[in-house]
């Protein structure tokens, strides 16, 4: 029998090149290319914008603010292991990454999927319980308890993504295209020359308990939050106030998740070459965006600090001014 070495040097080769399918770009890559870069600023500037204004702000040192700033840090972590590689190979002719830099790609991408459906989840059950039980939120929902739910929530997240990625980088592979403009692990496995049992059975268990199980626990916290309102018009306010942002967030990523889980898994040849590539990356693109968008906008208390920074640094730069004139 051959050992692992062996197999990776003879029968099964394993690519250290992998090869990206962008399709026929050559005459408006370098559109994208700046398409790409202006997207990643935009992500970068308003996430960093919510998460600067929650910190710098005693009066936001609040559970549900520290679980948005989490979500935004988590959409930045996501968006980084995304699109700079992406502009990369926009700008260049050759679409290639390197096995090891693909393996990191998936590992970093599925586990700001794991962590943004458990921070999702994380901050239903907050709403739950402020909603829900209003007299025990206080005690219930520190600021410990609040470190120690979104610690679990990414602890358990890299602990499942840790071991997908070790399950599949034993795997020989016979061919290194990828049909994709980034790595994703269901794709990498389906080069594989081998027996890929374990990998499916330990992937559907990550999809089902993670992409499915969440949702569902999020779905049964909002459940419950509607049976509150429906007895209290002022719970109905809160709740509307405060939550609608989360649903729609929760709603934007479920969708965008699920179509990637369905496009690629069981019906890959029936939507056309060039809508799936758009489509694949929605994921990694809309919920960075709409996220700090939705919270800067609904979430008063930081739509005023917001709004006091930006008034702080007019007057700042209008004294400047006046100075030079003097």
Same mark, same amino acid.
């Given at each position: 029998?051959?050992?692992?070495?062996?197999?990776?040097?003879?029968?099964?080769?394993?690519?250290?090149?992998?090869?990206?399918?962008?399709?026929?770009?050559?005459?408006?890559?370098?559109?994208?290319?700046?398409?790409?870069?202006?997207? #990643?600023?935009?992500? =970068? @500037?308003?996430?960093?914008? @919510?998460?600067?204004?929650?910190?710098?702000?005693?009066?936001?040192?609040?559970?549900?603010?520290?679980?948005?700033?989490?979500?935004?840090?988590?959409?930045?972590?996501?968006?980084?292991?995304?699109?700079?590689?992406?502009?990369?190979?926009?700008?260049? +002719?050759?679409?290639?990454?390197?096995?090891? /830099?693909?393996?990191?790609?998936?590992?970093?991408?599925?586990?700001?999927?794991?962590?943004? #459906?458990?921070?999702?989840?994380?901050?239903? #059950?907050?709403?739950?319980?402020?909603?829900?039980?209003?007299?025990?939120?206080?005690?219930?929902?520190?600021?410990?308890?609040?470190? %120690?739910?979104?610690?679990?929530?990414?602890?358990?997240?890299?602990?499942?993504?840790? @071991?997908?990625?070790?399950?599949?980088?034993?795997?020989? *592979?016979?061919?290194? /295209?990828?049909?994709?403009?980034?790595?994703?692990?269901?794709?990498?496995?389906?080069?594989?020359? @081998?027996?890929?049992? =374990?990998?499916?059975?330990?992937?559907? #268990?990550?999809? =089902?308990? =993670?992409?499915?199980?969440?949702?569902?626990?999020?779905?049964?916290?909002?459940?419950?939050?509607? %049976?509150?309102?429906? +007895?209290? %018009?002022?719970?109905?306010?809160?709740?509307?106030?405060?939550?609608?942002?989360?649903?729609?967030?929760?709603?934007?990523?479920?969708?965008?998740?699920?179509?990637?889980?369905? *496009?690629?898994?069981?019906?890959?040849?029936?939507?056309?070459?060039?809508?799936?590539?758009?489509?694949?990356?929605?994921?990694?693109?809309?919920?960075?965006?709409?996220?700090?968008? *939705?919270?800067?906008?609904?979430?008063?208390?930081?739509?005023?600090?917001?709004?006091?920074?930006?008034?702080?640094?007019?007057?700042?730069? /209008? %004294?400047?001014?006046?100075?030079?004139?003097?």
């Amino acid at each position: 029998m051959l050992k692992r070495s062996e197999m990776l040097n003879s029968t099964y080769p394993n690519p250290s090149q992998m090869s990206l399918l962008f399709g026929d770009i050559s005459d408006i890559g370098y559109l994208y290319s700046v398409i790409t870069i202006l997207g #990643f600023l935009v992500i =970068v @500037v308003c996430n960093c914008t @919510v998460m600067s204004t929650i910190l710098l702000h005693k009066s936001l040192q609040e559970p549900m603010y520290i679980f948005i700033c989490a979500l935004c840090a988590n959409g930045l972590y996501g968006s980084s292991a995304f699109f700079p590689n992406l502009f990369i190979n926009l700008s260049l +002719k050759t679409k290639t990454i390197s096995y090891t /830099a693909c393996m990191i790609q998936v590992f970093c991408l599925y586990t700001y999927v794991c962590c943004e #459906f458990t921070m999702l989840a994380i901050m239903a #059950f907050d709403r739950y319980v402020c909603i829900c039980n209003p007299l025990r939120y206080s005690n219930i929902m520190t600021l410990g308890a609040a470190y %120690k739910l979104m610690a679990t929530g990414w602890v358990c997240g890299f602990t499942l993504i840790t @071991v997908l990625v070790m399950l599949t980088v034993r795997l020989p *592979l016979c061919d290194n /295209a990828i049909p994709k403009i980034y790595c994703d692990n269901w794709t990498v496995v389906r080069l594989s020359c @081998v027996d890929t049992t =374990v990998n499916n059975a330990f992937g559907l #268990f990550i999809t =089902v308990s =993670v992409a499915i199980g969440m949702p569902l626990l999020t779905l049964i916290s909002y459940i419950e939050i509607l %049976k509150v309102c429906a +007895k209290s %018009k002022e719970a109905r306010a809160k709740a509307m106030q405060t939550c609608t942002p989360q649903i729609i967030s929760l709603l934007v990523f479920f969708a965008d998740c699920m179509f990637e889980v369905m *496009l690629y898994r069981f019906i890959p040849t029936i939507v056309p070459y060039g809508v799936r590539i758009v489509m694949s990356t929605q994921l990694l693109v809309v919920p960075p965006i709409v996220n700090p968008i *939705l919270y800067g906008l609904k979430m008063n208390a930081i739509k005023v600090k917001i709004q006091q920074i930006f008034r702080t640094k007019k007057l700042f730069v /209008a %004294k400047l001014k006046l100075i030079d004139l003097m």
